[in-house]
């Protein structure tokens, strides 16, 4: 059973970059899609990008030119850096894998991160 | 980006109601659609993927159909625990893409 947890700071301030890690437990890294999805409070859910293991990306062009996924193997993690961010940026993260699939069988519980000076 | 419509955007139903909620893509998706329950301050749960196959430990009461533009949430007999948002995304192509939700309350 794959488990995820965020970690990274709370808070950032407007105009930095917001920088989240996303550590993969009870099962392998490689060869599966691994997600990024965040949720402003009281909104919907809005999907950020995936990376495979092999480099392979894909981005949601609404945030294309200031977000970087990457993926750590032998840490067993990947990340997420958002940069120049503002308080439309305020959400829930979310970190998420399907396997080889593009949806999402499982999640980490989310990491609140508030953009504000 | 593919468009998903999902309606309605809440409803009030009583245990044992049969509930349907509806997800229209802007263009084909080819069944690859994905249906999620979030539970406040959780994450969303995986329900059903490929339009209609079930996740492993989801009760049967939930199903769902459609092609081409077309899908169907259904929960057979609402149980309590079912209260909850529900959310469709397509997987077809990136940028992968959520309906708006449905949540449904208690009548």
């Known amino acids: 059973q794959v488990q995820l947890q965020e970690s990274g700071p709370g808070l950032v301030k407007p105009s930095e970059t917001l920088s989240l890690a996303c550590a993969v437990s009870?099962?392998?890294?490689?060869?599966?899609?691994w997600s990024w999805i965040r949720q402003p409070p009281g909104k919907g859910l809005e999907w950020i990008g995936n990376?495979?293991?092999?480099?392979?990306?894909n981005y949601n062009p609404s945030l294309k030119s200031r977000v970087t996924i990457s993926v750590d193997t032998s840490k067993k993690q990947f990340s997420l850096r958002l940069s120049s961010v503002t308080s439309a940026d305020t959400a829930v993260y979310y970190c998420a894998t399907g396997g080889s699939s593009w949806y999402s069988s499982y999640w980490g519980q989310g990491t609140l991160v508030t953009v504000s000076s | 980006d593919i468009q998903m419509t999902q309606s309605p955007s809440s409803l009030s139903a009583s245990v044992g109601d049969r509930v349907t909620i509806t997800c229209r893509a802007s263009q084909d998706i080819s069944s690859s659609l994905a249906w999620y329950q979030q539970k406040p301050g959780k994450a969303p749960k995986l329900l059903l993927y490929a339009a209609s196959r079930l996740e492993s430990g989801v009760p049967s009461r939930f199903s769902g159909s459609g092609s081409g533009t077309d899908y169907t949430l259904t929960i057979s007999t609402l149980q309590p625990e079912d209260f909850a948002t529900y959310y469709c995304q397509q997987y077809y192509i990136p940028p992968l893409t959520f309906g708006g939700g449905t949540k449904v309350e208690i009548k």
């Open positions: 009870g099962g392998s890294i490689s060869g599966y899609y």
């Open positions: 990376i495979h293991d092999s480099g392979r990306s």
